[in-house]
């Protein structure tokens, strides 16, 4: 199982960017997926959740109607949209998938076996 994030870089305020993450050694539709993010001294948190069933998508308060994720099963890719970037959404970006956890654990880094390396994201005029 592999999975490669990508498509962080420098944005001024107010700016759009895409991050894409390819999987490869899962399928898609059998696994949940998340983009979390980290700045230094801060623990990991969640920013996007898309459960395995449904499929239903979760956002973080602080970035709900600004970003949005997707999922291409046909591409083996999962993309996060971020539209009105603001400087506090300066952090690296992880994805991640789980093939077993459950509802409740989606929100926790600790419950995902696979995980990107990261791709920073940095947000300042």
């Known amino acids: 199982v592999q999975l490669q994030a990508s498509g962080g870089g420098h944005v001024q305020p107010g700016g759009s960017l895409t991050l894409s993450c390819a999987m490869s050694?899962?399928?898609?539709?059998?696994?949940?997926q998340a983009w979390f993010r980290q700045v230094p001294g801060k623990e990991r948190e969640w920013v996007a959740v898309?459960?395995?069933?449904?499929?239903?998508?979760f956002y973080k308060d602080s970035v709900k109607g600004r970003f949005t994720m997707s999922r291409d099963n046909t591409k083996e890719t999962v993309l996060l949209q971020m539209n009105s970037l603001k400087p506090e959404d300066t952090a690296v970006y992880y994805c991640?998938?789980?093939?077993?956890?459950?509802?409740?654990?989606?929100?926790?880094?600790?419950?995902?076996?696979?995980w990107g390396q990261g791709t920073l994201v940095t947000v300042s005029s």
């Open positions: 991640a998938a789980d093939e077993r956890i459950i509802f409740s654990a989606l929100w926790q880094a600790t419950s995902y076996d696979y």
């Open positions: 050694g899962i399928t898609l539709d059998g696994h949940a």
């Open positions: 898309l459960s395995k069933s449904d499929p239903s998508k």
